[in-house]
């Protein structure tokens, strides 16, 4: 029997996958041209869909790139010229900051550390600031930030630009792109697909910004600049041979998740996900990480354990069921839970049943 994962990147895959690979070797994805007409389609596809999905706005921009990581680098290169802003409150977040400073940018920070931090209308954004970066969903310690707060940074900062990284949350994470000017997320994570691609999106502000920057000299990165990469998106295309067959198979489950409905896949993720929290609150030892219920993230749930993931997780895999370490220095003291569109109810009953039936 094959193992169900709940770890949160690279995670048990959409139920559909065989199928759509099946799918791909008899109409020949895996050799057809990146400049096809073929290929063109599956780009137009995979781009409507992702926005009909999120509620994208049609004059955003989306474009394909090699993970999340990359996204904040080629954001950072391509909008700031020489201070960004990042609220952090984990490692992602943090992660975004350094990125910042390896490409010898400025960037301020505002760490986040009590909940009562997390009211964004008391964040003090430094008037150099030329974008604001936001992890919504910080995977690292199952902190999840309100959209709505997001929201009052743009009332208050309206002429700033706003990034948001939705790895984690996204598609079930409710953002208002009016509001943001850039959000990303890799497929590997809610989308249930192997790793390898993220999508970017962004708006005509950022674009603009990419190219004062370019006019002025700035070093806005070579093939994947936000400007190569909207002048190819026009036409359907990447600058790059692109990773063909994670854009086709984005568009298939993109389009199996609009037929399902977005409010359908958030009822289901909010009730999974009111089941681990239920059930860890009431555990005897392990409880969830983030106290706070207005802060818990419905996607990425954190448990302390105390010391015992080790312990935890072989037990587990035994079991045929896979969970995740603690991120960083709390490898040992938590375990890390993935609840993704993909993941069904069955699975997170097996899950629990199985800590019912831990030996303490
Ligand atoms: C996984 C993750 C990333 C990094 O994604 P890659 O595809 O590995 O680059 C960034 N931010 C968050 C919140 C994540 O969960």
Redesign the pocket.
């Known amino acids: 029997m094959k193992n169900i994962y709940f770890t ?2 690279p995670t048990v895959n959409h139920p559909n996958l065989l199928e759509y690979l099946n799918a791909a070797s008899k109409n020949d994805i895996f050799s057809i041209s990146h400049r096809s007409s073929t290929f063109l389609g599956i780009y137009k596809s995979a781009v409507s869909q992702l926005k009909k999905l999120m509620g994208i706005p049609k004059s955003y921009h989306v474009f394909f790139l090699s ?4 996204a ?1 680098e080629r954001i950072i290169e391509n909008t700031v010229f020489r201070h960004s802003f990042h609220i952090i409150n984990g490692t ?1 977040s943090k ?1 975004f900051y350094e990125i910042a400073l390896l490409t010898k940018k400025y960037p301020f920070k505002k760490e986040l550390k009590t909940d009562s931090d997390y009211d964004f209308s008391k964040i003090q954004v430094p008037e150099k600031a030329e974008l604001i970066c936001i ?1 919504q ?3 690292s310690n199952g902190i999840a930030i309100n959209p709505l707060q997001i929201n009052i940074i743009k009332d208050l900062y309206p002429d700033k630009l706003i990034a948001v ?1 939705i ?2 949350s996204a598609p079930n994470v409710r953002i208002d792109f009016e509001k943001i000017d850039m959000a990303f997320f ?1 497929v ?2 809610g989308f249930g697909l192997p ?1 390898g691609q ?1 999508a970017l999106v962004i708006n005509e502000k950022a674009l603009s910004k990419a190219r004062v920057l370019q006019k002025n000299g700035e070093r806005i990165g070579s093939y994947h600049n936000f400007l190569s990469l909207a002048e190819k998106e026009s036409i359907n295309q990447t600058p790059e041979t692109p990773n063909v067959l994670s854009i086709y198979l984005l568009s298939k489950v993109t389009g199996e998740f609009i037929k399902k409905g977005l409010k359908n896949i958030r009822r289901e993720t909010d009730r999974k996900a009111g089941m681990i929290y239920d059930y860890f609150d009431l555990h005897k030892k392990f409880k969830p990480y983030v106290n706070n219920m207005a802060l818990r993230s419905k996607t ?1 749930i954190v448990i302390d354990v105390r010391g015992q993931s080790k312990k935890i997780i072989r037990y587990l895999k035994d079991k045929g069921i896979i969970v995740g370490a603690g991120y960083g220095e709390n490898k040992a003291n938590h375990i890390r839970i993935a609840n993704f569109p993909s993941h069904t109810l069955s699975h997170v009953k097996k899950l629990l049943s199985a800590f019912d039936k831990m030996k303490s």
């Open positions: 949160i990147g993970s999340s990581l990359e904040m992602f992660k992890t969903n910080e995977t990284d790895v984690s890799s590997q994570k790793a993220a990425t």
